[in-house]
Each structure stands twice: as structure tokens, then as C-alpha cells.
């Protein structure tokens, strides 16, 4: 089970962090994902960067996220990461 | 720029403020007996009657800093020797009386203890005055004055009595840790316990938030105070203090509405349980109306149970205007999520304690919650948001009728008419302070311009609705 933690903290959430719950839940729906990740909040990891939204997959950290790069984030380190461990 | 409203709360700041400055440095066991001498040094006088007893009763002060008597449950405790043992006069006859011919007061007393003298100067039988106050209420020039002790006065719901030798005494059974009693004495001799050496502890052991995070929870009365700088400079501040981030308790308050608005559709009657201080006067004084008081935990126990369920490990400390909230966070119910409680005043001590400039400091962001968990902050503010949460959520089977109460004594009149059976109302929001949480003992400023800065400070909210708010947390939960 991989568990991935959008920053729903002050800094993030003005950067738009619901956006991204929303993009990362319509994504995990799309591909059905749901028994593989576990999507869950976080408040601020100590890493807000000046563009973008931090995600915490599994215990690697990821900043800047937005909705544009969205879905090359999500292709790059959840599907492939789900690939590389043999989970999908 | 001024930090305070009066010199009491000044000279309890500096205590705390030296105290903090020790312990961050693991020097207080050596240098606490130092602290009474810098803060009162010389040989003159210029509170009491001389510098030792001013000492002395610093030392008293110190202790109450480290946490006070742990064998007295009541977070507010009385510092025996600071009571000025003030005067317990009742109704006096001033020398403002003219010895006129109306004798109004005389007429309207019903125990005849008003004579006059052969200037026809009126004089009180203390022997049969029952302290009624109408005298002074007829005379037309005011002549009669009602002597109280100013911690009485302030203990609405009478807690306070004269002890041996004089002393104000606080009765635990009734006291409701509000604060009142604190914020008023002139001499400072009721304290709130302080528990900032706990939460320097906390911040130093976490070994900067890598073995365990700090959590600092704020209240949103915090918009009203530091006047003197920017809201995102004290957050920046905190964060210097050495906590891990800071996250608004008004989230907590969004979240409480929402389900609140629920509870209430359903049960038909309900009392708000924000307020530790109403919610400890209720299991009190009105036990037969305890059952209905909102199961929701306060605003500050959501948002901490909310950070703890997510991470176990981490510690919350919560920053707010409350003296009540130290006596909350030791209920069964809270103790699990909440690990200290620290008010405005001492968050200025340790602002202070490690020389920081809040002032010349970057903006930090604080953005969690909505106007509406935001307004919680004063009077009238859960109601206000209870009405948005049943809109929100489509519940319009039901009709709110909102009771507002700001301050105990308002509080005290819904909840009598409310045991009886006769109050026009199906929500009653108690606040203990007047004008609700800004009125707080723990405030470091109290003033009329305070509620519009909460106000404002809502009106800056990025959400505009509780949904919006609390769907994201709702959302990354399910």
C-alpha cells in the first residue's frame, strides 16, 4: 500500500493544494487505483517552496507540484514507482 | 508601543520572560533565585511596602511559572502574600452626602438601616443591612458606594470568598478557571499556573521536530493582539520559537460547526461546548441541562484530535487567550490530543526569552480555515457560523434560534430559563469572557477594537465557506 500525503498546510493550501487533492483523486479513480493508494493530508513537512504544492510519497518528499506538472508527477513517481514495485 | 493593558500583567510577563530565558539554557535551577533581584533591584520600594516583600512575593510569582502547587487541581491559584487583604465594606455612606431633606434612601429601605446624624448625614446599620444596593440606586447624588474587592466583583459566579487573615480565597467546586479574577486584581495576586516550561522541554527534546514534530495549534483571537506586528510575523516568530509549524485552531472551529449543525438538527436543543469555562459552569451549576451540551469536542480538541490521528507521535501545544484551556486539556476526553496550552501573554515571554523581533521578522502564511471558523473568536460568532453549517448543508427542515450569551452572567440567564423550561431559543452559545474569547485573562490587550480585527482577520480567509474549508481534510480522510 502506498501512502501519499498532499500538504493541506497554510503555504501549500494557498498555492492551491485542494486543486491537487482533487486532480490525485480523479486520477487514482480513473486508473482504479483506490486498493493501492492511500491518499491522506499533511500539514507542512518544513519544505514550502515558492511555486507548488509539497506531496510526501510514502517517505520521499516532493515540492512544487502544480497543476500543470501534475500529471507528469504522477506518472513519474506514483505509477512507475506502483511499477517498479511490482504492485500494478 | 505598549504590550500590555496594565502593569500586573507587565510584571507577570517579566517573571515568565526570565524564567523562559533560564530554561532554554538549562541555567534556571542556578540563576532562579537571581530573578526576584533584576527584576526588583535597588533599595527603594515601588509596589509594596519594601523590596523584600516585593521579592518574596516575585518568588511566588516564579513558582507559578514552573507550574505552581501541583497538589491544588485548580489551574488559578491565589498568591497568599500578594492579596492586599482589601477592604470587604459593602454599602457605604461617602462623604459626598449633602444631608438633604428627601431622604430617598431611607424611604426605599425596607430593613431600616439608614438613620442620619444631627447633620442629617445618612449612616448605615451594618447590623441590618442585607446589601440590597437600593439606596444607591436613589440617591440622587451618588453618595453611596458599593465597596467590593475587585476579584469579587470580577467572579460572576461568586467563586471567591475572604478567607482566613483576609486573604481571597477560591472556592474549586464552583471556580470555572475563567480568568476573570486574574485579569482584574490590582495587585496581581491571582495567577494563572504556567506551563511554559513544559513546552520549552517539548521543543527542546524533539531535537528540532526530527525525533517527534511541535505543533503550534493558535487561537483566532490572535488576530487582535501583537498589534505591534504583522499576523505573519508572529507566525514566523513561533516557528522561531523552534515549533514545526502553526496551524489555525479556527479549522478546528470550522469543523465543529459543521458537525454541531448536525447534532443540533437532530437533538432539537444543544449548548455550544467551545467555551471550556461555560462547558465546566453547565456540568456545575445546571448539571440536568449537561446532557445537552454539544458532544462535539471544543474547536482546539478537533483540530489537535484531527493532527494526532494523522501523525500519533507529534505534540500539540495549543496558543491561545484562555486560562480555562489549561483546565480542559486535563479532561479524559482532551488529554489524549492536546499536550500543553500556553497564552498570548506567555507566548510574548518566550517571543522575548530568546530576544526575537517579531517585528523585523518575514511574513509567514496562515491559511486553514474559513471566516466563519475564524469569527469563533467572539461573541456571536458560533452562532453565526452554526446558521452558515445548516445552510451548507441543506438542513432546512430545521429553525435556528441562536441565544448569543456573552459573558457568564449572560450565560447564567439562558441556562436558568433554559432549565425552566421557558427560553425562546434552541442554541445556546455560552462564552465565559465578555465579548467572547477576545475578553480572554490571557489577552495581552482587551479593547473595543478587537472584534473588528477578528472581523477582518475572517474577512481575509481564503475560504468563504466551512465546507470549503473542511472538505479538503474530508477528502484526503475517506
Known amino acids: 500500500m502506498m501512502i501519499v500525503q498532499v500538504c493541506v498546510g497554510s503555504s501549500c493550501h494557498l498555492k492551491g493544494s485542494a486543486e491537487i487533492v482533487e486532480l490525485m483523486q480523479k486520477a487514482i479513480e480513473r486508473d482504479h487505483l483506490e486498493s493501492e493508494i492511500t491518499l491522506a493530508g499533511s500539514f507542512c513537512t518544513g519544505q514550502c517552496n515558492r511555486v507548488g504544492v509539497t506531496i510526501t510519497v510514502d517517505d520521499q518528499v516532493f515540492t512544487g507540484v502544480t497543476k500543470d506538472s501534475f500529471s507528469e508527477f504522477y506518472r513519474e513517481h506514483i505509477i512507475e514507482k506502483l511499477k517498479r514495485e511490482g504492485s500494478i | ?478
Open chain 2, 1 to 478: 508601543m505598549r504590550k500590555f493593558d496594565t502593569k500586573v500583567q507587565n510584571l507577570k510577563y517579566q517573571v515568565l520572560r526570565e524564567v523562559a530565558r533560564y530554561s532554554w539554557t538549562d541555567q534556571l535551577l542556578e540563576k532562579e533565585l537571581d530573578i526576584p533581584m533584576t527584576i526588583v533591584p535597588g533599595r527603594t520600594a515601588t509596589m509594596r511596602c519594601c523590596v523584600y516583600k516585593e521579592r518574596a512575593i516575585l518568588g511566588e510569582r516564579i513558582k507559578l511559572a514552573k507550574g505552581g502547587n501541583k497538589d491544588n487541581p485548580n489551574v488559578i491559584e491565589v498568591i497568599d502574600i500578594a492579596c492586599d487583604e482589601c477592604p470587604v465594606g459593602g454599602y457605604e455612606v461617602t462623604n459626598a452626602c449633602r444631608g438633604c431633606l428627601a431622604h430617598r434612601c431611607e424611604d426605599v429601605c425596607r430593613k431600616d438601616a439608614i438613620t442620619f446624624d444631627s447633620y442629617q448625614k445618612a449612616h448605615i446599620d451594618k447590623t441590618k443591612c442585607i446589601e440590597c444596593g437600593q439606596c444607591a440606586k436613589v440617591c440622587p447624588y451618588g453618595a453611596i458606594a458599593h465597596i467590593e474587592r475587585p476579584c469579587q466583583r470580577a467572579c460572576k459566579i461568586k467563586a471567591i470568598s475572604v478567607g482566613p487573615n483576609s486573604v481571597a480565597q477560591i472556592d474549586d467546586e464552583k471556580c470555572i478557571a475563567c480568568g476573570a479574577c486574574v485579569y482584574q486584581c490590582p495587585f496581581g495576586a491571582i495567577m494563572d499556573k504556567s506551563y511554559i516550561l513544559d513546552v520549552i522541554d517539548m521543543i527542546k527534546k524533539s531535537n528540532n521536530n526530527q525525533d517527534y514534530r511541535v505543533y503550534a495549534i493558535i487561537a483566532p483571537s490572535i488576530s487582535s493582539q501583537f498589534s505591534y506586528a504583522k499576523l505573519g510575523q508572529v507566525i514566523s516568530g513561533i516557528k522561531a520559537l523552534g515549533f514545526f509549524t502553526v496551524v489555525e485552531v479556527a479549522l478546528g472551529a470550522d469543523m465543529v460547526a459543521y458537525s454541531e449543525a448536525k447534532e443540533l438538527a437532530e437533538k432539537g436543543f444543544l449548548t455550544s461546548s467551545c467555551c471550556p469555562a461555560f462547558v465546566d459552569y453547565v456540568k456545575k451549576q445546571f448539571p440536568d441541562l449537561a446532557p445537552h451540551i454539544s458532544h462535539n469536542l471544543s474547536p482546539m480538541g478537533a483540530l489537535a484530535k484531527y493532527i494526532k490521528d494523522n501523525e500519533p507521535n507529534c505534540k500539540v501545544v495549543f496558543i491561545g487567550p484562555c486560562t480555562a484551556k489549561k483546565m480542559e486539556i486535563k479532561l479524559d476526553k482532551v488529554k489524549p490530543y492536546v499536550d500543553s496550552v500556553l497564552t498570548f501573554e506567555e507566548l510574548q515571554a518566550l517571543f522575548d526569552s530568546k530576544d526575537l523581533d517579531i517585528a523585523s521578522m518575514e511574513e509567514d502564511v496562515l491559511d486553514n480555515a474559513s471566516y466563519y471558523g475564524r469569527i469563533f473568536a467572539r461573541s456571536g460568532g458560533v452562532s453565526d457560523a452554526v446558521a452558515q453549517a445548516l445552510k451548507e448543508q441543506g438542513i432546512d427542515n430545521f429553525d435556528l434560534k441562536a441565544v448569543p450569551c456573552d459573558g457568564i452572567e449572560a450565560c447564567r440567564v439562558a441556562l436558568l430559563k433554559a432549565s425552566k423550561r421557558v427560553l425562546d431559543g434552541n442554541f445556546i452559545e455560552g462564552m465565559a469572557c465578555l465579548g467572547g474569547c477576545i475578553g480572554g485573562a490571557g489577552c495581552l490587550t482587551h479593547g473595543e477594537k478587537n472584534k473588528r480585527e477578528v472581523d477582518r482577520y475572517g474577512m481575509e480567509a481564503l475560504e468563504k465557506t466551512i465546507t470549503g474549508a473542511i472538505s479538503m481534510l474530508d477528502k484526503v480522510n475517506n
